[in-house]
């Protein structure tokens, strides 16, 4: 059975950099694609990186720039370095899979930036 397990929220403030770790199992990891999405309270849930099974990250210009997606394939791990945070980007931010046709989500972990 998948899952997918994200560490690293944390309240900082505004400039700060934080880094979001999710440990797949359950997958081919190297057969998945990975993502990472945010949800704020009263918004919809948004794509904020993603990386191909090939290595290949893509953004949104919201966070181009300031967020790097990594993967390690020998771990299962999927990273999501931030810099630069600004109060815009307080969410819960979720892991994601795409294997075979499905998707997976992990349960999230929160991020507050403050002023």
């Known amino acids: 059975q998948a899952q997918l397990v994200e560490s690293g929220g944390n309240s900082v403030q505004s400039g700060g950099s934080l880094t979001l770790s999710c440990v797949a199992s359950?997958?081919?990891?190297?057969?998945?694609?990975m993502a990472w999405h945010r949800q704020a309270p009263g918004h919809e849930r948004e794509l904020v990186a993603v990386?191909?099974?090939?290595?290949?990250?893509m953004y949104p210009a919201s966070v181009v720039g300031r967020f790097t997606i990594s993967r390690d394939n020998a771990k299962n791990t999927v990273d999501l370095q931030m810099n630069s945070l600004k109060p815009e980007d307080t969410a819960v931010y979720y892991c994601?899979?795409?294997?075979?046709?499905?998707?997976?989500w992990g349960q999230g972990t929160q991020v507050t930036v403050s002023s």
């Open positions: 994601k899979a795409a294997f075979a046709g499905r998707e997976y």
């Open positions: 359950g997958i081919i990891f190297s057969e998945s694609a």
């Open positions: 990386i191909s099974k090939f290595g290949n990250p």
